[in-house]
Each structure stands twice: as structure tokens, then as C-alpha cells.
């Protein structure tokens, strides 16, 4: 659906395409590398697809908390910055000087065509907005989604932001939204099965009367930005791929206002309610622990 990165290849010494100011081979390269396919046989696919979610290491799990804990901080740099009359393209260069301070790059950059360092959707938009020169404005919902890549580890979490004096019926999709999230964090176990966590969520955002979209999901991350496995946000309790201590992967409950249909528009990423309601979004990635679930964006 989307077209990858038109830019031509630096060098490995040369400055990376991103702009950064460092070397593509300690900046963009191993991204860039692994989003060229290496497999070339179906039955090579079809390994890949089945082998499902892997367990990571106490040194992969490591890495993935400190670049966890960087997506944390950046949400937090924004929380007093968002405010009628910032453009999203503004909240955009925040994040892009936080990242480059720590020494990370952002996993969205130049990812599939992707112009920007984060995503910023507005009221009726689900995800994947793009910043742009538009001006937040009073009563506006925001959700603002990063991914730094901090020594090779991925961090990703969203959160929703509200502008200024927020409609009653906003803040309430808002605060429901956040607590689908909860919910589906604490059906998180060794054991149980992915169905329990969309189970939790859909059936706290339906008796809300809100409907949660089905056309994206979680996913499992950490060394790569997206893996196995994939992780609805509505499902049947006791449905599903089982969870394993020592998985990572993201919760992202995206909730509609109205139906929970979406379309893209034609820049190819952004996603909008299909009846124009308004939708919200609050992500984290967890780790799957033997006694329950940590946080790692929390």
C-alpha cells in the first residue's frame, strides 16, 4: 500500500539521508537494511510468518527498556508544550531534538516513504497523521505516537493530548479510551491468549457506547519495529496466540466515536473515521513477565 524511500543510498561514511548529522552506518543503514527483503522463496515467507513472536533476551529486554523509557520521556517533554496555536510540524522538531540528544533515530523517518519523526493525529484522524504547518486549536484531541531507535532497540507508545478547554463528550472518549488500554494491559499473563486482551478492551469501549476500529492492530517489537505477533484490539476471551513470558510487543487501542470504519486519504498513511467522529488512541509496549506484565513505555 505504501511506496518505499525514493532518496538515493549515502555511502557508509557519508552524512545519513535523514538529516541528522551522522554517519548513515551508525544512523540509518541497519534500519534501512532491514527493511530490504532478505527472503526470496515462498516457502522462505512462509517460515518467517509462522515462526510467530520471539522470546527476547535479558540483553535484548535491557536495550528495549532503555529505549522505552526515551519514548517516555519524550511524551512527557510534550505535555506542557501542546497547546492552542503549536503546529504539528513544531511538535515534529521537538521530538526530532530530544531523539537526537539521547543518540537515537526515529523509527518512523524515512520508513516506507514516511517523512517525519512522529505521527500526530487530530480529532477524527485514527493514526499515522502526518505534521504539517496546521495550527492546534482550542478544544482540539491529539495523539502524538513515537518510536526511537536507541541502539538498535525500538521504543513505541502513544498518548492523547488535549487542547485547551476540550467538549465534555471529547475528554470522555479520551478518558475511555485510556482506560480500554488498562484493561487490556491487565488481561496480559503467561499463558493466557491474545483474545483476552481484545476481549477486555472491546467490551469496555462498547458498553461506553464506542466501537474500537479493527483495521490496525498491536504488534510485537523491540529489535525490529514491527513483529509477530499481531495484537487486536476486540476478540473472543480465550481466542488467540498464546502469550509467553519474555515477549514484547505493543497495546494501541484505537476507539471511534461512531462506527468503527476508517479510510485513508490520498497522502497514502493518514487514517480518518469513515463517518468523521472523532477517534482516540493511548499506546504502550509491555513485556510478557512470568508473573504478569511490566510497562516498558510507562
Known amino acids: 500500500m505504501f511506496e518505499g ?11 545519513c539521508w535523514c538529516g541528522s548529522g551522522r554517519k548513515y552506518k551508525k544512523c540509518h543503514l541497519p534500519q534501512d537494511r532491514g527493511a530490504t527483503p532478505k527472503r526470496s522463496s515462498i516457502a522462505d515467507k512462509v517460515a ?7 522470546v527476547k533476551t535479558a540483553e535484548q529486554i535491557a536495550g528495549i527498556r532503555a529505549a522505552g523509557v526515551l519514548t517516555r520521556e519524550i511524551l512527557d517533554l510534550l505535555t506542557d508544550r501542546v497547546k492552542p496555536g503549536v503546529t504539528t510540524n513544531q511538535i515534529d522538531r521537538w521530538v526530532v531534538e530530544r531523539t537526537q540528544e539521547c543518540g537515537a533515530i526515529a523509527a ?7 517523512t517525519k519523526s512522529c505521527c500526530t493525529s487530530i480529532n477524527e ?9 496546521r495550527e492546534l ?3 482540539d484531541i491529539v495523539n502524538i505516537d513515537v518510536t526511537p531507535v536507541l541502539d538498535g532497540y525500538y521504543g513505541d507508545a502513544s498518548r492523547m493530548y488535549m487542547v485547551g478547554n476540550v467538549s465534555p463528550a471529547a475528554r470522555r472518549l479520551v478518558e475511555v479510551t485510556h482506560a480500554c488500554l488498562e484493561r487490556g494491559i491487565a488481561a ?22 464506542f466501537s474500537v476500529v479493527r483495521a490496525f492492530v498491536g504488534h510485537g517489537t523491540g529489535v525490529d519495529f514491527h513483529e509477530e505477533p499481531q495484537v487486536p484490539h476486540y476478540g473472543r476471551r480465550g481466542h ?5 513470558a519474555g515477549t514484547v510487543f505493543t497495546i494501541e487501542p ?19 473515521t469513515a463517518d468523521g467522529s472523532l477517534s482516540a488512541q493511548w499506546e504502550h509496549t509491555i513485556l510478557v513477565t512470568e508473573d504478569g506484565v511490566e510497562k516498558l513505555t510507562a
Open 5 to 15: 524511500r525514493s532518496r538515493g543510498v549515502p555511502g557508509r561514511n557519508e552524512p
Open 48 to 54: 518467517a510468518i509462522s515462526s510467530g513472536p520471539t
Open 108 to 114: 518512523t523517518l524515512g520508513y516506507k516513504g514516511y
Open 125 to 133: 484522524v485514527i493514526c499515522h497523521g502526518i505534521p504539517e504547518d
Open 137 to 139: 486549536l482550542d478544544g
Open 188 to 209: 496480559v499473563r503467561d499463558g493466557a491468549r491474545l483474545g483476552d486482551i481484545g476481549h477486555a478492551i472491546q467490551t469496555h469501549a462498547e458498553a461506553n457506547g
Open 240 to 244: 488467540g496466540a498464546l502469550m509467553k
Open 254 to 272: 484505537m476507539i471511534n466515536a461512531g462506527h468503527w470504519d476508517a479510510r485513508i486519504l490520498d497522502d497514502g498513511w493518514t487514517a480518518v
